[in-house]
Every structure is written in structure tokens, then in C-alpha cells.
């Protein structure tokens, strides 16, 4: 509810008057109730407009505060009680000023995207901090500029462990990666202005090569396999652990090893019991049988030709020496959401 005190206005012809107040909410206010309450807060504290401009402003922060409200009450009803809080109240009211500034729809859904994050975080923590910092860059980048953060944090951060075929990671790169690629800049001025806005900053050495970083992150995609001939002679005897072998992915004529990456190589064979003697010679079948980096960018580029700009701009740009802060991260994070529609646990990266 609103304080109640008398205010006396007053104006030009024409003008709409807008005036600050303080503006207190409680728990167990309605849907109804909370969406006056915040139409109310942007009016009393927003610059004083005139003619179509405070209509067209005051539209706007409707608008967008009930595509909020709409979100939080499907993901969290019950956030609505932090915005007893002073800051919360702050961080919505500069999310209506923003929108009703410019009206670009794709601003205005990735403000809404994080500020229902900064509703959920009700402890005064790092992430709610760099949430609040978010509010406030955001408005400041272009598409192209939250597109490139987006792929950035994708192909340097995270790491998808749903991927178990060569359809997953096709299906991926397509949901993922592609809806960002058409944007992905190269100029040097524009990594410049993403660093004075603290979005990240330029490492000295580059994050190596896509093709590489792959062939590690998702190794069991990229063998060729081996004949069961070959396998024996590495191992010097019958294989006595059928589970660390299936068909190869691209020759099925073949076998390889059935995991995706070192790390869960060696996880499985010491939960198999895998003698020290035989643990380095499958290690051996799995790195004599994946495909050299050219060969895995050959392929990538075979399941999807958009990523031939994903490697041109990688390799002559500052994009593969862009460590992204932890604002950075947040508005990535957000702009991936809102072009994809998946979630990712901010908390992973932000502590």
C-alpha cells in the first residue's frame, strides 16, 4: 500500500506533473494491488514530462511492469514481499525508466529477465549485488554487444552434459550457438566499450582454439574409432570391461571409448575397479582414436556451416580474450534466456 499524504501539484497545460514519494509495500499485497503500487512508484519518481511524451512514458512502464509482475507470479509469488525493500523498489523503478526511455522490446525483456532474478535473491549477497549492477549496464549495449557476451560466456563458460550423440550436439549448436552467431562482432572499438562498461576484459592470452577446446569438453563425440583388433593389441588381451567400449558414433563397423571426456574416463574406471596396469592403455585407445583439431573443425563445420563465422571471428578478433566479469556473465546469461528460453543456475559462476 501507499503512504497516504495530501500533494499539491501543479503545471502547465498539457504536462503531467510527477513527483517523489516514498512508496512502502508489505507482505500479502494482491497481484492487483502491486501492480498500482509499482505503476504509482514510476510515476512519483520519474522526470516531469510533456504532451505525448508522458503518455508514451507512462505506457511504456505499464507495459512493462506487468510483463514482470506476469513473470515473477509464474516463477516466484512469493518475491513480490522483497519489494518492501528500498533497493528492490530502486532496481524496478529503473527497469520502468529504462523501457519508457527507449521502448525496445528486447531491452525490456532482458531487464525483465533479471530483475525477476533480483527478486528471488533476497539475501545481500554477491549476486544480488552484480544483479543491481546489471540493471544499470544493460540499457547502455546493443544487440550485437549482448549477443557477443552471450556467445562468449556459451563457448568459454559451460559445458553441456545433456549431449550423449552426435544428434545432441547437433541439436545444441542450433539451439545454443546459432541464435547468436549473425551477431557475433569483431572491431576492436566494440570490445573497448564493453570493457569501460565493466562487462569484461581483454586477457593477455586467448583461450586457445574452439576446435581444441572441444575435442576435450566433448572428446567421446569425436573418435573415429577402432577395430576390436586394434583395441586387443593396445590392451594385450580380451577386453574385460565391455561397459568402456560401444559402437563408434561415426563408423559403426568400429568401437570406441563410451564416455565423453577424460575426467569421466577415469571416474568409470576406478568405479569399475580397473586394474593401474590397464588404466593407461584405455587412455591410449581413447586418444589415438579422436580426431585431430582440424578434423574436428571439419566436422563442426559439416553439421553446421554457420560456425565458419564463429572461427574466423575466434581467430582474428579479441572475442577468444574477452573473461567476462561477473556483470558480464549476469547479462549474458539473461540475453541467452530470453533468445532461447533456457535457464542456467547464475549461482554456478556467481558466489
Known amino acids: 500500500m501507499i503512504n497516504d499524504k495530501n500533494l499539491k501539484q501543479e503545471g502547465g497545460d498539457k504536462s503531467t506533473n ?13 497481484y492487483s494491488d502491486a501492480k498500482e503500487i509499482f505503476n504509482d512508484l514510476f510515476k512519483t519518481n520519474f522526470l516531469e514530462l510533456k504532451y505525448e511524451a508522458a503518455d508514451i512514458a507512462q505506457a511504456r512502464a505499464e507495459e512493462i511492469t506487468a510483463k514482470f509482475l506476469d513473470k ?6 512469493d518475491s513480490i514481499a522483497q519489494f518492501k525493500e528500498p533497493a528492490m523498489q530502486d532496481a524496478l523503478f529503473k527497469t520502468q525508466k529504462e523501457f519508457a526511455k527507449s521502448g525496445d522490446q528486447d531491452l525490456g525483456d532482458l531487464l525483465v529477465d533479471i530483475l ?7 539475501t545481500r549477497n554477491m549476486l544480488q549485488l552484480v544483479l543491481d549492477e546489471s540493471l544499470k549496464i544493460a540499457p547502455s549495449l546493443t544487440i550485437e554487444q549482448l549477443d557477443t557476451l552471450s556467445l562468449n560466456f556459451l563457448l568459454m563458460r559451460t559445458k553441456s552434459t545433456s549431449i550423449v550423440d552426435l544428434d545432441g550436439l547437433s541439436k545444441m549448436i542450433q539451439r545454443d550457438i546459432e541464435p547468436f552467431i549473425n ?8 570490445y573497448n566499450y564493453l570493457e569501460f562498461h565493466r562487462c569484461g576484459l581483454t586477457r593477455t592470452g586467448s583461450y586457445g582454439n574452439l576446435e581444441v577446446n572441444w575435442s576435450k569438453m566433448y ?9 576390436k583388433d586394434e583395441i586387443d593389441k593396445i590392451l594385450g588381451e580380451e577386453n574385460k570391461y565391455p561397459s568402456l567400449l560401444i559402437e563408434c558414433l561415426h563408423d559403426s563397423s568400429l568401437l570406441q571409448i563410451s564416455v565423453m571426456d577424460d575426467n569421466i574416463l577415469e571416474e568409470v574406471m576406478r568405479e569399475l575397479n580397473v ?6 592403455k584405455y587412455q591410449q585407445i581413447f586418444n589415438q582414436s579422436t580426431m585431430s583439431a582440424e ?7 559439416k553439421i553446421n556451416p554457420s ?25 549474458a546469461h539473461a540475453n541467452y534466456r530470453r533468445r532461447t528460453g533456457n535457464t542456467l543456475d547464475l549461482k554456478i559462476w556467481i558466489n
Do not use: C, H
Not at 20 to 30: D, K, L, M, T, W
Not at 183 to 190: A, C, I
Open 72 to 77: 515473477l507470479n509464474t516463477k516466484s509469488p
Open 219 to 227: 572428446k567421446g563425440l569425436f573418435s573415429k574409432g577402432l577395430s
Open 307 to 331: 560456425l565458419k563465422q564463429v572461427f574466423e571471428i575466434w581467430s582474428s578478433s579479441r572475442f577468444n580474450k574477452l573473461e567476462l566479469s561477473s556483470v558480464g556473465i549476469a547479462i
Open 275 to 280: 586394474t593401474d596396469e590397464l588404466k593407461p
Open 116 to 122: 525477476v532474478d533480483r527478486a528471488q535473491t533476497k
Open 18 to 30: 510527477l513527483q517523489g514519494q516514498n512508496v512502502n509495500i508489505y507482505n500479502g499485497i494482491s
Open 183 to 190: 551477431n557475433m562482432l569483431s572491431e576492436d572499438n566494440q
Open 295 to 301: 578434423e574436428v573443425k571439419l566436422f563442426l563445420l
